[in-house]
């Protein structure tokens, strides 16, 4: 049986740090590309940054520069540490695992993965 378990999330004030990470289970990790994304309420999800086997990463361009996504294969643990949390990043955050393709560039039902994790939630307040 499969598992992505997200955690880390919680109630920051804006300009604060969180580091989510993402516990897999019943897939080999380090065959997989892993990837971050996001809902915000009232919008679609969206994706954050992918990672691939050999530590390539991918990010949505308005995503650079407080988004670090990050993986320990030995751990099969992804993270993404967020810096300089914006009120705007209260969203769930999700975790999702592809073997062959994992995009971050989608919105919507076009943000497509074949497994899932259910989502930490991050309230980011002003």
């Known amino acids: 049986q499969v598992q992505l378990v997200e955690s880390g999330g919680g109630s920051v004030q804006a300009g604060g740090s969180l580091r989510l990470s993402c516990a897999t289970s019943?897939?080999?990790?380090?065959?997989?590309?892993m990837g971050w994304f996001r809902q915000a309420p009232g919008k679609e999800r969206e994706g954050i940054a992918t990672?691939?086997?050999?530590?390539?990463?991918s990010y949505v361009e308005s995503m650079k520069g407080r988004f670090t996504i990050s993986r320990d294969n030995i751990k099969s643990t992804l993270y993404l540490q967020i810096d300089n949390l914006k009120t705007e990043d209260t969203a769930i955050y999700y975790c999702?695992?592809?073997?062959?393709?994992?995009?971050?560039?989608?919105?919507?039902?076009?943000?497509?993965?074949?497994?899932w994790g259910q989502g930490t939630q991050v309230t980011v307040s002003s």
């Open positions: 019943g897939i080999i990790f380090s065959n997989y590309i």
């Open positions: 990672i691939d086997s050999s530590d390539t990463t």
């Open positions: 999702a695992a592809d073997q062959f393709r994992l995009s971050p560039y989608c919105s919507g039902i076009w943000c497509s993965a074949t497994y």
